[in-house]
């Protein structure tokens, strides 16, 4: 499963009602990606096929949830290229609108080398932030939370930001966020990655192994007091570079209002 299913990819399709999406924004593609890993496993040539992934789907926006980069490994080598990752991934957001929040790997890295990079790509970076999308007189909020593991997440600053009233979206790295994001009863989604689905599942058991953060809310969809939380498998690895019985995932939402 080191060569095969780590590379399978699975183009997965949900359909969401919002309660708070306004009607001219229902029927809106958006694709999620997550922990590309890049430097690690992750390579140029194989980013590239799966940025053309996300552009076949012809999103209206496209999120990445953190994880830019691989943030312990190959660490020289890793800066040498983040202008080519930049390159790679300005494909896509030239052509979508595109937004991003760091991962604990991209602190690991180094954090300002990895926004510079977001910026050169044209990737709207979302750390502690809001960024709003009209459609005539409606509006969706997208959201996001600095990395929550590190502990660089300010809620009460993204929460001064964002009007009272529209579908706000949420972008966390980390999904067990989701029992704060909740409670603020702002938010109708939560879109977040970090766990890579475990990258290894075993029938009847499940992941052996989650990271701090993912475990409550591992892998797909859920329902969090009133607020849809979705955790994304990732296109990428970390090490070990193995995944069985969870492959990669490029997400694509439908989202329809009531």
Aim: charged share 20%; with cysteine; aromatic share 10%.
């Amino acid at each position: 499963m080191r060569k095969f299913e780590p590379s399978w990819m699975d183009v997965k399709e949900i359909s969401l009602n919002l309660p708070r999406l306004a009607k001219p924004f229902s029927g809106l593609r958006l694709v999620q990606i997550s922990d590309l890993h890049f430097g690690g496993w992750m390579t140029t040539e194989y980013l590239v096929e799966i940025v053309q992934m996300v552009v076949d789907q012809v999103p209206d926006l496209v999120v990445i949830t953190g994880d830019f980069v691989m943030g312990y490994d190959h660490a020289p080598q890793i800066f040498e290229k983040l202008g080519e990752l930049a390159e790679t991934l300005k494909a896509m957001s030239d052509r979508f609108p595109t937004f991003g929040v760091l991962g604990n790997h991209d602190y690991w890295l180094n954090r300002n080398s990895v926004v510079d990079m977001m910026h050169l790509a044209g990737i709207k970076e979302l750390s502690n932030g809001v960024q709003t999308i009209k459609r005539g007189d409606e509006v969706l909020h997208i959201a996001g939370v600095d990395d929550v593991m590190l502990r660089q997440e300010r809620m009460d600053q993204v929460l001064s930001q964002l009007p009272a009233e529209g579908c706000a979206i949420l972008l966390a790295h980390e999904p067990d966020y989701a029992d704060i994001s909740a409670r603020t009863g702002r938010f109708d989604l939560q879109l977040s990655g970090h766990s890579h689905g475990g990258q290894v599942v075993l029938p009847f058991f499940g992941p052996p192994v989650l990271p701090y953060m993912a475990r409550k809310y591992p892998s797909g969809l859920y329902k969090v007091m009133e607020m849809y939380q979705y955790t994304n498998r990732g296109v990428g690895m970390t090490v070990p570079y193995v995944r069985f019985n969870c492959r990669p995932e490029i997400t694509v939402f439908s989202l329809e209002s009531l």
